[in-house]
């Protein structure tokens, strides 16, 4: 499983050097103590993560190195050492931290399950209760290290580790100057968001192992409720909400206790979860959230006067004797307590794609060179990718109007969204959808060209490595799909290329 030290990159952390010498190895025991068994990842600053054994307790342990320690290694130390001293049941316990020049290591808790992240890419998106738990936990952990004064400054799909038993758990505090309380709440919503639709809304230092979130020109998420069905609306809102820089973040014990409501209502699937209940006052402007607490309140007011006047009614005529209700059939309703229920709304699932049912288009004035490379987009590894070849200008040296892969999904079906990873981002693209393959061909490439119509309302300049496009019609069905790029990026070297790693597609 994924353990500590698997969270965003700080810019302190892209710059420290990493060097070989002093590596460890299985067997190997550190401090005369805890014995390295197995090599488990390397984290996003190059530190190497071990699952160890504490010979003196007999415990298994989880110890993240750092080669060379001294100065490279002082922050990494430092978190620890601020860790240590927060005790909460939703934060990885913190049990050692030693430098010894040539490397520094620090010892956690090892926890046996796997990390928010691993969760998500493997099953998709989680169900509002469970997501709203996960939440709860990571906010009530927040709210126990901001008591102290200090800020984690790593809250990620990454470091956000869930138990076999159950028990969610914020690991690697990594706090630089950068970080600070709010930027711990605004994280929360990224969990929130990432837990709901398995997309990270928030910018990362360097390439991103998380999908980026679809975005709007100004760069803003669209809202979990656009990219996928059953999310609550106010739910929606929190999260949108916390991500929201425009709008103030409540402190960390409020968010707790606003969490902690909605995660009981989650076990009575939200029916009385009612409007969001903290407010901020810490600003005169009212924000989205103090309006839908004003909202409430009215709505409230309204019901009790309805209420008031229904319940006179009641009084008035309680001689009367029950009358019957009946429906438009004639037949005479359920008595009391009776109510209807709606059908869970179907999720999205990804739609295994095979190497026969993708191909590349490459419109006249193009070579044809490309054929066959369609199939590295769909083999599930971003190990193996379709390289494109290296054009003069942008716009693929104005020999053609872009390049692209066409998808056949065999039959119509309804779609809610398109994700390509690609190997930087810049590229200019868009999707598209027609009525038939017109042959892998020159000619077939020309029609497809001539008939397809672009989706959405205007062609996407991708901010990072993976981007996400919601632009199907809810009400429509499809079954051809082309991902078309009409401008590369920089390849550095004075020329302009990409890699494509994977596409996916996802429907009902």
Request: no cysteine; charged share 25%.
């Amino acid at each position: 499983m994924t353990q500590v030290g698997e969270g965003h990159e700080t810019a302190a952390d892209a710059d420290g050097p990493v060097m070989t010498f002093g590596a460890p190895t299985a067997g190997e025991v550190l401090a005369e103590r805890y014995q390295l068994e197995e090599h488990v990842n390397d984290d996003s600053a190059g530190r190497q993560v071990w699952r160890g054994v504490d010979v003196i307790l007999r415990r298994p342990v989880a110890v993240v190195l750092r080669y060379p320690g001294g100065d490279s290694a002082t922050e990494m130390l430092q978190a620890a050492v601020d860790a240590s001293r927060v005790i909460h049941p939703n934060l990885v316990g913190v049990y050692d931290a030693i430098d010894e020049g040539a490397r520094a290591y620090v010892v956690r808790e090892w926890v046996e399950g796997e990390s928010l992240r691993e969760m998500v890419s493997s099953d998709g998106p989680l169900d509002p209760g469970r997501a709203t738990a996960i939440a709860h936990s990571i906010a009530d952990a927040l709210a126990a290290v901001h008591a102290t004064g200090m800020v984690h400054g790593n809250v990620h799909p990454g470091t956000t580790l869930i138990a076999d038993d159950g028990r969610v758990v914020l690991a690697d505090a990594r706090a630089d100057s950068a970080d600070n309380v709010e930027s711990d709440i605004r994280a929360v919503g990224g969990i929130l968001y990432f837990a709901l639709t398995g997309h990270w809304p928030h910018n990362e230092v360097g390439s991103s192992a998380l999908p980026d979130a679809n975005r709007d020109g100004t760069g803003a998420p669209a809202a979990p409720r656009q990219i996928r069905a059953g999310v609550p609306a106010y739910l929606d809102d929190l999260t949108m909400d916390l991500l929201d820089t425009r709008v103030a973040t409540p402190e960390a014990d409020s968010l707790t206790a606003e969490l902690a409501r909605l995660d009981a209502s989650a076990e009575e699937e939200y029916e009385d979860a009612g409007p969001l209940r903290f407010a901020q006052s810490t600003t005169t402007e009212p924000t989205r959230s103090t309006s839908k607490i004003i909202i409430g309140v009215g709505a409230l007011v309204v019901i009790a006067v309805i209420g008031l006047v229904f319940g006179i009614n009641a009084i008035n005529s309680s001689g009367d004797p029950k009358p019957t209700v009946t429906n438009q059939a004639g037949a005479g309703s359920e008595p009391d307590g009776a109510t209807d229920t709606q059908p869970p709304a179907p999720q999205p699932k990804k739609i295994p794609l095979t190497a026969d049912m993708v191909r590349v288009v490459d419109p006249p004035k193009g070579d044809r060179d490309d054929t066959g490379e369609s199939k590295y987009t769909v083999d599930g590894d971003d190990e193996t990718a379709w390289e494109l070849q290296h054009f003069n200008q942008a716009n693929f040296g104005n020999r053609k109007p872009g390049m692209g892969v066409l998808i056949d999904l065999g039959s119509a079906r309804k779609l809610s969204e398109v994700e390509v990873r690609m190997s930087q981002p810049g590229v200019t693209m868009d999707v598209r959808a027609g009525t038939e393959d017109y042959g892998d061909s020159s000619d077939g490439d020309k029609k497809i060209m001539e008939n397809y119509k672009r989706l959405g309302d205007s062609e996407t300049v991708t901010t990072g490595n993976r981007t996400l496009f919601s632009v199907f019609n809810p009400d429509q069905t499809y079954r051809y799909v082309l991902v078309f790029m009409t401008k590369l990026p920089s390849d550095g070297e004075g020329r302009f290329s990409v890699d494509v790693q994977e596409i996916s597609i996802s429907g009902y």
